[in-house]
């Protein structure tokens, strides 16, 4: 009966930390992420692109903590956005021209299925204006939330060079490696 009562309240204190989590730092992190991304677009007179939809998420459908920006892109679309566009990252990014707006990424790179060619499109269309949420890589969300193929470790801060750092999840579907970008990129890269 003791063993039973302990898991109940262990399993009770793991629920109410991951619930502080996403109605706490996670929320804060992304009102603060967000808001800066808003500022520095707004200074250096770019848009603003947002990726991951404001109202998705477990936690978003009841709160948002932030907005749509001038360019929304999600995988699932992003309702109540003026201007969405609906699709996978990996496809949609590489659309958008060099250099051409400011990035807010929130909690999405956890799922895209080639997160270095995500990080690499993003640094190629924001330079270093690039603006990263990430789920907290030791809460049980980073292991277990649906579609989740990796922890990230860490991101750079807006302004600052390199690139992220994280791990697959063991149980996380092998992506296939891409073949090199097609079209007039590809052919520049094999004239130099």
Known sequence: MRWGRLALWTLGLVAAREAWLAFGPRRWRRQ???????????????????????????????????????????????????RAITGRAEDVLPMLPDGSAVAFVSCTLEYVDDVERVWRELRRIAGREVYAVTVEPWSLTAFFFPGA????????????????????????????????????????????
Request: glycine letters at 14%; hydrophobic letters at 35%; aromatic letters at 6%.
């Open 32 to 82: 603060e992420g967000y808001a800066a991304a808003k500022a520095r677009a707004e200074e250096l007179g770019l848009p603003l692109l947002v990726v991951g939809a404001p109202s998705g998420g477990f936690v978003n459908v009841a709160l948002t903590d932030y907005g749509c920006g001038d360019l929304c892109v999600d995988l699932e679309g992003c309702p109540g956005c003026e």
């Open 149 to 192: 193929q990796r922890r990230i470790l860490s991101a750079p801060a807006p302004g600052s060079s390199g690139g992220i750092s994280y791990r697959p999840l063991p149980w996380a579907r092998a992506v296939p490696a891409l073949p090199a970008l097609e079209g007039p990129r590809r052919r520049k890269r094999l004239r130099r």
